[in-house]
Antibody, heavy 115, light 112 residues
């Protein structure tokens, strides 16, 4: 079955960067685009962008374009998202999601930005 | 960007009865190909979102047929017949007619 296993929670200082991972299994990694979604505590869902693991092509929500870098490693079926210049506004759970119409979601990675 | 609007809470419902959740988009989600690019997701407490409905009215795999969805190009309704305790959570509508995939703010299903 399709599984997306995300990396553990991160605690980061303001101004720092974090890189989280999403390891895919149970399907051909290059068959679907991998999307990332942000959820701040008690808030709704925001689409960040996606990467095509086959080509490396990316598309970003303009709101996150300067904040986020999406990459993918086909050899390990793993997608990555790096967040830079962290502020308290970046404290959130970040989900990876894939499959047609976001049928499959990871368990989320909690990022806490605090001095 | 297309804005998706939802009420924060549903009307309170009794277990075993029906519930309706509404969603409105700022632009018609009906594409010229005849597909309406509207989706419904449920986020149960402490869990990741899960897909319920795709392209406005199609039930995702494994979703009970107690769930159904309909609408026009801009106004949509998710119906849950015979509400069960496991249906509690926040329901999000979403669209991907355009490049930017946008979600509504979510509607929490209220049980009496």
């Amino acid at each position: 079955q399709v599984q997306l296993q995300q990396s553990a929670a991160e605690l980061a200082r303001p101004g720092a960067s974090v890189k989280m991972s999403c390891k895919a299994s149970g399907y051909t990694f290059t068959s679907y685009t991998m999307h990332w979604v942000k959820q701040r505590p008690g808030q709704g869902l925001e689409w960040i962008g996606y990467i095509n693991p086959s080509s490396g092509y990316t598309e970003y929500n303009q709101k996150f374009k300067d904040k986020t870098t999406l990459t993918a490693d086909k050899s390990s079926s793993t997608a990555y998202m790096q967040l830079s210049s962290l502020t308290s506004e970046d404290s959130a759970v970040y989900y990876c999601a894939t499959g047609t119409w976001f049928a499959y979601w990871g368990q989320g990675t909690l990022v806490t930005v605090s001095a | 960007d297309i804005v998706m609007t939802q009420a924060a809470f549903s009307n309170p419902v009794t277990l075993g009865t029906s519930a309706s959740i509404s969603c409105r988009s700022s632009k018609s989600l009906l594409h010229s190909n005849g597909i309406t690019y509207l989706y419904w997701y449920l986020q149960k407490p402490g869990q990741s979102p899960q897909l319920l409905i795709y392209q406005m009215s199609n039930l995702a795999s494994g979703v009970p047929d107690r769930f159904s969805s309909s609408g026009s190009g801009t106004d949509f309704t998710l119906r849950i017949s015979r509400v069960e305790a496991e249906d509690v959570g926040v329901y999000y509508c979403a669209q991907n007619l355009e490049l930017i995939f946008t979600f509504g703010s979510g509607t929490k299903l209220e049980i009496k």
